[in-house]
DNA sequence: TATTGTTATACTCTATAACTATA
DNA sequence: TATAGTTATAGAGTATAACAATA
């Protein structure tokens, strides 16, 4: 018992001094998603989605008609990987599958009506956590955070 | 042919406008990851590790003598998932179990010199990696983003 | 020949629950 | 009763390879 609380003591509150990870920036990049990731389900009324189920719903209500390739790259995943994604929007109803004339090999995608409520309602909760998450930065360092991690990944467009 | 160009243009470059998902700060936080995932493998030479077995190595030689437990706290993964890293850093000959006078329950980490070795080329491949990702940033860009990550984790310390 | 959507497959990563031996 | 390490297991998540239909 003894043992086991000095132990407990060498519990570093926050950022440990002796913690070579905390110095790279991927894995406070990996760290700091997981505050968001661990609450994405959680956050949801309803018919919860997992991030991926998500991003492709947003994808298709900002951009109706965008064929699952063309989604897949945005998302920078597979295209095999979307299949199951797809289904499982079109299982539940928010969106639907068309041809596309003048190429009988493409599909594009369309979302329903209740598929636009569901992103919308879907993306209300999904901003109101992440106010809550940032709430311990300034606006202005939540805005700075933002656009930083934005011209990390402009610069490297199209390497994922 | 036409219609796949008129696709194909709208393959907008970088962050694009019709992309409610660059709002979000966590998506932009995951895809940000990956930009240090996708080539965390092929930067190292020899034998290379993937993120939790570094992870771990790090942790042991930066504090020797460490729990599985309290690893498994500090890398915010559970003691059961820790079990198979700790089998391949043993058998790799870069780690030892060591029992503990006082509590037959516990058995302590400590780095080999071989370990500790690979801990320090693997940080060093790294650390140049990320360097090269990081070039598109400015050097206080980079110093700003490291210290917004932190202050972030820090804020939440101990809810993952 | 190349591309779209698809299936099959396998591998990584992680969490939950339960067990054992200790405390 | 609680904790440390472990095992078994199952579920996400993702990638690779191959296929049929079409370009």
Redesign the interface.
Known sequence: ME??AW?RD??V????E?????????????????????T?LSVQQDTPIP?RVF?AL??V???PG??QS?LA??L?IERSGLVAIIDELQRSGWLERAP?P??RRVQALFPTPAGKAKFTET?SA??HN?TE??S??TPS??K???A?????????????
Do not use: C, W
């Not at 509150?13 to 440990?16: R, S, V």
């Not at 930083?148 to 994922?160: D, F, N, S």
């Open positions: 043992r086991a132990r060498n519990d509150p926050g950022i440990a002796d913690n070579p990870l905390d110095a790279l920036v991927g894995y406070n990049l990996k760290r700091s998603y997981m505050l968001f990731r661990s994405f991030p991003s947003a994808i209500v900002a951009q965008v064929t063309n790259r945005t920078g596309v003048g190429d993306r999904l901003e992440e998450i940032l311990v930065l360092e939540t700075s955070l933002l930083l991690l934005q011209k990390l990944r402009a610069a490297h467009a199209g390497e994922e």
